[in-house]
């Protein structure tokens, strides 16, 4: 598998990341506090409670839903009949990530109260993304970083994942060897233990390409019965340097 093809499997597991959380920010929050009715005043300020974060994390949900639409918009001049009336479309990369910051950063600033929607999580996620796409590496570092203490564990699994590889792209590799590491030892469905041994043996592929091998060669007997990732392996093992 060339590197080409390994970018376009990488490309689609992050798409595929992506649809993920929009299918689980559309589920509404769900109260696990259920509360014997004593008194009236109890009553309502629990019903006023689930109300208000119900609202809430519609809202933001909904927000969130635009600013994704942005990030995921169209680049260029659409052919006609290509994209439903109505869709965003950018002249160029660069206006359509600054648009989607904008919208990212908005939710991030405008749901401060607690409990704070999870939407509010993939937003800084994404601003963080956004950053990193726009050039500005310290910034996203450290709002990837904000974004890894989520309290939900796949979002900050994901955060941490774009964190190492902007550690790793700023020169901070042993910083981001260690993050992959962690990513490693403790899997999530956003960021499965192969996709971080893959990462970690990809970023020591140009300056140590002995500790690349070695990785890759772990990963080649821990996962022997995959197909894919083993002709992968045998084929990114090729293309090392001696």
């Not at 989607?100 to 607690?114: G, H, P």
């Not at 390409?209 to 019965?225: L, M, V």
């Amino acid at each position: 598998m060339d590197r080409q093809t390994r970018h376009q499997l990488k490309q689609d597991e992050f798409r595929d990341t992506l649809e993920y959380f929009e299918d689980y920010f559309k589920k509404h929050y769900k109260e696990i506090l259920n509360v014997t009715i004593i008194v009236v005043a109890v009553v309502g300020l629990t019903a006023g409670l689930k109300y208000y974060t119900s609202r809430q994390e519609a809202q933001a949900n909904a927000d969130l839903g635009a600013a994704l639409g942005t990030f995921r918009a169209y680049v260029g001049q659409a052919a006609p009949g290509a994209e439903d009336a109505g869709t965003p479309s950018f002249t160029n990369a660069q206006d359509k990530y600054k648009k989607a910051l904008e919208q990212f950063q908005a939710i991030v600033d405008k749901y401060k109260m607690l409990p704070r929607p999870k939407a509010v999580g993939i937003a800084r996620f994404q601003a963080g993304v956004c950053q990193a796409l726009l050039g500005n590496h310290a910034a996203a570092i450290q709002t990837l970083e904000q974004a890894s203490q989520d309290r939900d564990r796949e979002i900050a699994s994901l955060s941490r994942f774009a964190l190492a590889g902007e550690l790793a792209k700023t020169g901070k590799l042993q910083d981001a060897a260690k993050l992959y590491t962690e990513l490693a030892d403790h899997p999530t469905l956003s960021v499965p233990k192969a996709s971080a041994l893959l990462a970690l043996a990809d970023a020591y592929r140009s300056s140590q390409p002995a500790q690349a091998r070695r990785i890759y060669e772990q990963i080649g007997k821990e996962f022997a019965s995959n197909t894919t990732i083993s002709q992968s392996i045998k084929q990114q093992m090729a293309e090392l340097a001696p």
